[in-house]
Structures are given as structure tokens and as C-alpha cells.
């Protein structure tokens, strides 16, 4: 992991074509601005991980499914 220091206003780039901001700082929070191109998915942590708990539990239920139809 790599840990950088930025105040308010300061930002920092990745990939040349995402560039996130601190907007505010208030106390142990820190708000954030991100720019990104529109196909570029950015979610928070726990939402991305339940979307791939879902998924995996999509993938199971149609491998069974598909498993399923070959039987029949």
C-alpha cells in the first residue's frame, strides 16, 4: 500500500486519468472528490464487496441451473 500525505484542496493522479481531491477535513473524516472517466466504476469498499458476494452466488445458482438443463 502506498500512504500519501495531502491537506485540503491538494490532490493526487492515477493512471493520468483519475484524480481524486480532499475537499474537507472535519475532525476523523475526510471528504473526497473523484474524477474519473464515466466507464471507470468506483464504488465504496463494503458496497464493492457485497456486489461480488452476489455475483459469486449468481454464478452458482446458473452453473447449477445450466447443470441442471444438461441432465434433463
Do not use: C, F
Request: no cysteine.
Amino acid at each position: 500500500m502506498l500512504a500519501l500525505t495531502r491537506k485540503k484542496g491538494e490532490s493526487l493522479v492515477i493512471n493520468n486519468n483519475i484524480e481524486i481531491t480532499v475537499l474537507e477535513i472535519r475532525g476523523d473524516q475526510i471528504k473526497i472528490g473523484i474524477s474519473a472517466p464515466k466507464d471507470v466504476p468506483i464504488y465504496r469498499k463494503e458496497v464493492h464487496l457485497q456486489i461480488q458476494k452476489e455475483n459469486e452466488a449468481a454464478l452458482s445458482i446458473d452453473s447449477l441451473e445450466a447443470l441442471n438443463d444438461l441432465l434433463d
